[in-house]
Nanobody
Framework: QVQLVESGGGLVQPGGSLRLSCAASGSISTINRLGWYRQAQGKQRELVAA???????NYADSVKGRFTISRDSAKNTVDLLMNSLKLEDTAVYYC?????????????WGQGTQVTVSS
């Protein structure tokens, strides 16, 4: 079974920065896609950023130009650098990995890490 461990969450002032990291371990074959999602209180979970095995990157419009997703294929890690943080960025952030396995593509999730932007 694949396990994802997130780190880097915390409290930060508006305009500040945080770097979230996610490390994958376990039985990993082919990673199709790595991503970060978030869910704010009272809101639906939304995609923040994703990167495919081919290096293609997608960002939510609300974070484009402020957040940067990156990966280390050798270490099976994915990071999210968050700059110019706003109050509305406050949410639980979840790491996601999609992996091609024997019976198809499986989606794995981390437990989530709280990011709070407050003055």
């Amino acid at each position: 079974q694949v396990q994802l461990v997130e780190s880097g969450g915390g409290l930060v002032q508006p305009g500040g920065s945080l770097r979230l990291s996610c490390a994958a371990s376990g039985s990993i074959s082919t990673i199709n896609r790595l991503g970060w999602y978030r869910q704010a209180q009272g809101k639906q979970r939304e995609l923040v950023a994703a990167i495919t095995s081919g290096g293609r990157i997608n960002y939510a419009d609300s974070v484009k130009g402020r957040f940067t997703i990156s990966r280390d294929s050798a270490k099976n890690t994915v990071d999210l650098l968050m700059n110019s943080l706003k109050l509305e960025d406050t949410a639980v952030y979840y790491c996601n990995i999609d992996i091609t396995e024997r019976f198809g593509v499986s989606r794995y999730w981390g437990q989530g890490t709280q990011v709070t932007v407050s003055s």
